[in-house]
Structures are given as structure tokens and as C-alpha cells.
């Protein structure tokens, strides 16, 4: 893996913080390599996140988008939120399990699982194919 300075945990934990912390379409934009593709097959049909985006500028406009919609009323509950990151054969592949717990302004709680597929080129996002559903 030439060129490669970061760890798989790494570029997960950019990802997260660009993506669903910071809402920052920009960012995570950069975080793929420029033909890099960002799937979410589970979205429906007509949601605000396409189910393929292929390219920095695709992802950059499907992700802001995205964001454009109200973020979740309340925060993530850090404490009983977690993940599982799993290495596979392919060193430039790795799968995340995510156990998110989100804290609602009126005291309940929603949790959230979801897994997510990475594959890297360098310390680029080559792939990501998120599959999680938004509530409703």
C-alpha cells in the first residue's frame, strides 16, 4: 500500500467526524480519492442521500445536500455509542460495525446500528458503501 501514512481506524474516525459530526460536505468530499464512489443502498428512493455517488463533486453535492435537512434534535450518547472495525484479507479493505445511541432533546433514547464497507487507496476513501436507513 504505497503512500499510505494512516491507519484504517484513522480514516475511519476522519470520516466520522467530517461526515455525521461536522456535517462538513466539503470535507468528506476530500476524504475520497477523485473517482471514489459513496454508496447508501438502503436509502429509499426520492431521500435527500442518493444511493450512488460517483466522483469528489457527485459526493461533495449529494452529501451537502444531505446535510441541508435538520440534523437529529439531541447528541450522540458517547458513552454507550461504539464501533467494531474489522480488518479483511484485502489490506486496502476494512468493515465497520456501528452501535450509535442518540440522545433526543426529551430524554429517550434512539439507538442506531449500521455497517459500513471502506475501500482505500492510500489514505483515500476508493469505496464506502454505508449501509444504514434514516429513521422514520
Do not use: W
Request: glycine share 8%; aromatic share 8%.
Amino acid at each position: 500500500m504505497e503512500g499510505v501514512t494512516l491507519s484504517h481506524r484513522e480514516i475511519f474516525e476522519r470520516y466520522v467526524y467530517t461526515g455525521p459530526i461536522s456535517r462538513n460536505a466539503d470535507a468528506v468530499a476530500d476524504l475520497f480519492t477523485e473517482d471514489g464512489v459513496f454508496e447508501a443502498p438502503l436509502m429509499p428512493a426520492g431521500h435527500a442521500l442518493p444511493r450512488r455517488m460517483e466522483g469528489r463533486a457527485a459526493i461533495r453535492a449529494g452529501i451537502g445536500e444531505y446535510h441541508r435537512e435538520p440534523a437529529f434534535d439531541g447528541k450522540v450518547n458517547v458513552e454507550l455509542s461504539g464501533y467494531v472495525l474489522h480488518e479483511t484479507a484485502d489490506p486496502d479493505t476494512f468493515i465497520c460495525e456501528i452501535d450509535t445511541v442518540l440522545d433526543d432533546a426529551d430524554g429517550t433514547r434512539m439507538p442506531v446500528s449500521l455497517v459500513q464497507i471502506y475501500r482505500v487507496r492510500g489514505d483515500l476513501i476508493a469505496m464506502l458503501r454505508d449501509y444504514f436507513a434514516p429513521p422514520g
